[in-house]
């Protein structure tokens, strides 16, 4: 069994631009959900996906945007990068089931220059 | 407004030293807790979940707890491998699916 991989390990970028990082949901889930987590807090729910479509989201800005592939794999898009949105980018894959544990990926972590 | 809060915020124990770390929640409807460990720069790696008062899950030296209003995370004779942040996080109701609302974390230091 595969579990949640993330792309890529680290990413440095400067103010103003755009990023995309990727993931890969564990084999047979097809819930994908993404978090920023700053140094010294816990992660912060920016969305989640299900097939295909958005259906849940957190207090993120519209620059924050993802999509879903037929696959389950995952993206999360930033526009317009700020300082603030330095941080390790987590993705974590579940079954639908509302009950349903969350499996992570091991980060992505963005330094915004 | 749904809020989980976690104490203490950092625990130094000695190899050996059991204690307790704990989850407290005020939330309109909860659909699950759940316990995670997470080590530096790393994602969080599952432990338990659970989902009624009095329910209890095991693993190893760590045991979860839950009331209907906090849950607990005692470590049990903790070796230097245990030293992590420990999260709790619930998922809620609220929403057709429940999103995860996470603690801040616990660091625990265990030292030889």
């Known amino acids: 069994e595969t579990g949640v991989t993330q792309s890529p390990t680290h990413l440095i970028k400067t103010r103003g631009q755009q990023v995309t990082l990727r993931c890969s949901s564990q084999?047979?889930?097809?819930?994908v959900s993404w978090y920023q987590q700053a140094l010294g807090q816990g992660p912060q729910f920016i969305f989640q996906y299900y097939r295909e479509e958005e259906n849940g989201r957190g207090n993120f800005p519209p620059r924050f945007s993802g999509l879903q592939f037929p696959n389950y794999s995952s993206e999360l898009n930033v526009n317009a990068l700020e300082l603030d949105d330095s941080a390790l980018y987590l993705c974590?894959?579940?079954?639908?089931?509302?009950?349903?544990?969350?499996?992570f990926g091991p980060g992505t972590r963005l330094t915004v220059t | 407004e749904d809020q989980v809060t976690q104490s203490p915020e950092a625990l130094r124990l000695q190899e050996g030293e059991s204690s307790s770390l704990n989850c407290s929640y005020t939330v309109s409807g909860l659909r699950g807790l759940f316990w995670y460990r997470q080590d530096p720069g790393k994602g969080p790696e599952f432990l338990f979940t659970l989902y009624s008062a009095g329910e209890e899950k095991e693993k190893e030296r760590l045991k979860a707890t839950l009331t209907k209003k906090e849950s607990f995370l005692h470590i049990t004779a903790p070796k230097p491998e245990d030293s992590a942040t420990y999260l709790c996080?619930?998922?809620?109701?609220?929403?057709?699916?429940?999103?995860?609302?996470f603690g801040a974390g616990t660091q625990v230091v265990v030292t030889p």
């Open positions: 996080a619930v998922r809620l109701t609220t929403d057709s699916w429940g999103k995860f609302q």
């Open positions: 084999s047979g889930h097809n819930t």
């Open positions: 974590a894959s579940s079954l639908p089931s509302g009950g349903a544990e969350q499996y």
